[in-house]
């Protein structure tokens, strides 16, 4: 375990603790708890008993829906630092995504009932999770435009513009499975497949094994129906 300075330290890049002293921070630290998932570990689950909050303090996690037949949908991708599962402090409900370990993962988590005694102490908790908030709305009204008004076609074009960077780099396949570009997409994999080769029997990209590589961009903007610029973010 990391000594609770160097802890404080990391907390003070989550962007609504930097404004605490150190020693405030050391304390929030201290009222909740430092624990390490291997790789492919499931964090927490849908729908179970409020596991509290989480800041990833290293590695790489992923936050899924699951559907009524066992479908993923990958609503979030979480780096360091970040927090994530920080609803259920506040209304003490359920949890609302599953969330998996993609990498080693260091995490800091508190639990509902700690929390709540640290909004007493300090509001300003508080008014920073609710830019968290309105940040994750935001996001999420995003992903509902794209299930409503695209296609899958549509945005299997726009995830492959945006991992590509535009076309200037290759999407390694080890990294972004067929699964895992589905999961993103809120569709099945059968579905993102035969979208892939529709772009590849156009010569729109070109897949091997290990890579794929967008060849000709400006169509798969006209299939996203999304200009360039919406794609840098």
Known sequence: MQPLPDLARLL?????????????????IGAGQTRIFPTGATIFREGEECAGMFVLLAGHVHLYK????????????????IMFNEVTVLDGGVNLTTALAVRESTVWNISCVNFQALLQKYPLVGVGLLQVLAQRTRALLSQYEDLS????????????L?????GKRP??????TNADMAARLSTAPEAFSRSLQLFRKNGDIVCTRTTITVRQPQ??????HVERTLLKG
């Open 149 to 160: 008004f695209r296609s899958v076609l549509a945005r299997t074009a726009k995830l492959l």
């Open 162 to 166: 945006t991992l590509s960077h535009h």
């Open 12 to 28: 003070a890049r989550v962007e609504h603790f930097r404004h605490f002293s150190e020693k405030d921070r050391a304390e929030i």
């Open 219 to 224: 169509m798969l903007e006209k299939f996203a």
């Open 171 to 176: 999407i390694d396949r080890k990294a972004y």
């Open 66 to 81: 699951l559907g009524p037949q066992g479908r993923q949908s990958l609503l979030a991708e979480v780096e360091p630092v």
